[in-house]
């Protein structure tokens, strides 16, 4: 038997998981941009050296499905050779990367939206840098 406490408590976490769960579906619908930084280091970890700049790609996809609710994500060709550019090995530890929701222009295409994943230029200070909606 379950304390008082414990039962609000428990009604309490139902509901914001629907809320959430409303709230998702909602905003997958809409056109955004937001700006995260990736740590790269802690998703390579153990990784074999020769498989280490595939996977980091992989990661970042993976990464970018998960925040924005869609299967279909593209790499832009600037991150893909900033993770590649000190070889396959030698990954940086962390990517500062903009996250675009965008409308799939394609008649045929499965899903309405799709997200674009772009490199964007910190040098090597992320300190204090925040995950961040982006204007515009």
Same mark, same amino acid.
């Given at each position: 038997?379950?304390?008082?406490?414990?039962?609000?408590?428990?009604?309490?976490?139902?509901?914001?998981?629907?809320? %959430?769960?409303?709230?998702?579906?909602?905003?997958?619908?809409?056109?955004?941009?937001?700006?995260?930084? %990736?740590?790269?280091?802690?998703?390579?970890?153990?990784?074999?050296?020769?498989? /280490?700049?595939? /996977?980091?790609?992989?990661?970042?996809?993976?990464?970018?499905?998960?925040?924005?609710?869609?299967?279909?994500? /593209?790499?832009?060709?600037?991150?893909?050779?900033?993770?590649?550019?000190?070889?396959?090995?030698?990954?940086?530890?962390?990517?500062? %990367?903009?996250?675009?929701?965008?409308?799939?222009?394609?008649?045929?295409?499965?899903?309405?939206?799709?997200?674009?994943?772009?490199?964007?230029?910190?040098?090597?200070?992320?300190?204090?840098?925040?995950?961040?909606?982006?204007?515009?």
């Amino acid at each position: 038997s379950l304390g008082a406490g414990a039962k609000a408590a428990d009604e309490g976490l139902l509901g914001t998981a629907a809320m %959430v769960k409303q709230r998702g579906k909602q905003a997958v619908k809409e056109v955004r941009a937001t700006e995260h930084t %990736v740590h790269l280091k802690k998703r390579l970890f153990g990784v074999t050296f020769k498989k /280490r700049a595939p /996977r980091a790609v992989r990661e970042i996809k993976k990464f970018a499905e998960k925040r924005m609710g869609t299967k279909d994500v /593209r790499i832009d060709t600037a991150l893909n050779k900033f993770l590649f550019s000190k070889g396959v090995r030698h990954v940086p530890a962390r990517v500062r %990367v903009r996250l675009q929701r965008k409308r799939n222009e394609d008649e045929e295409a499965t899903e309405k939206l799709y997200t674009l994943v772009t490199y964007v230029d910190v040098g090597t200070q992320f300190k204090g840098l925040r995950s961040s909606l982006v204007e515009g």
